[in-house]
């Protein structure tokens, strides 16, 4: 049996492999779940493998891939598309609810910069939770109907908190609880596997390929792929959150999509936001 | 409500570069929507950018521009501080108006 600390210092190819590895012994063997290890694994690989991308340019997507994009990008940036989202989202999160309270009653210092503690598990409810949930929820709590969780409200919603947060650091906590760790397994379990008729898991793309052409576009790498989120998307020609972009990766390897908010889809956004601890956030981000 | 046009002047020399950024559905008319009815074409067919009293830039539009459209051009002649008044029309006529000022 390879040892891990061995793959780690071996080429980046092979961490790839050993990754895919034990993903798989876990499932059945049961090791013991070791998130900051994993956490560790995944972003040497990373950084092992675009040694000249700086560490927090990761969360830039594809455009860390890329020079050329890069450049378009950050012209795009002196005037983002997503700044009439952002100026709505502000606006609705200062509006009170029908019963006078506002969303900074439902959150942890009034909602503002707090966007890197997201998701997190509750260990009452023993679930992860994300901000996306937590919105909805505080909107049921005060009487209003939720939003849909793929665009629109919402997404202008979570990009105003997360522009509150820029340049923080993801902070995930993992509590000390074995359903917490579940979720987590779950979640990487989730990347890692193999689905729909192309065969494609999330890593095949984001893991194995990032900075590739896929037809037209340059895959973004995982690490740090949800620091972005929410984003405004030239194909959509709107704004999308971290459920869209799930829903529309499982669509394009011809996947059936879960619903948003779907068990997995909370512990896969728990497991990728774990392991891109550290890195800043940079939502809302703007993608081709 | 917040005004559906933002603008960016930036007078640099004799060359004043504007870019903008108007928010309008821009329905082209050939889309449905998700219970098949066609959603009537709703577009801007005026653009224009007044400097002056006189016309910079003027665009004719159809249905083929994309949502949310984005501007970029510049013109000679204006000085930092001076104000530039946008205004468009769709062919519903409906229309917005808003005076930046060149920085």
Redesign the interface.
Known sequence: MMKRPAAILLGSAFVALAAFAFAATRVVAADKIDPAADAKAFQNFFFQKFPNVKREDFVNGPYSMNEDMKRQWQEKEEFPPYEFALDAGKEMFATPFKNGRTYADCFPNGGIGIRQNYPYFDEKEGKVVTLELALNRCREANGEAPYSYVKDEMASLTAYMAFTSRGKPMDIRIPDDPRALEAFENGKRYFYARRGQMNFSCASCHVQSPGERIRAEILAPALGILNALPIYRSEWSGMGTTSRRFITCNSQTRAVPLEPQADEYRDVEYFLSYVANGLPISGPGARP | M?SSI?V?ATANGDITEV?A?I?HPMDSGFVKDAKGELIPAHFIQELKFEYNGKDVFVADWGPAV???P?VKFSFKGANKGDDLKISWTDNKGASDTTIAKIS
């Open positions: 917040a933002r960016r870019q950024l928010q994309s949502k949310d984005y």
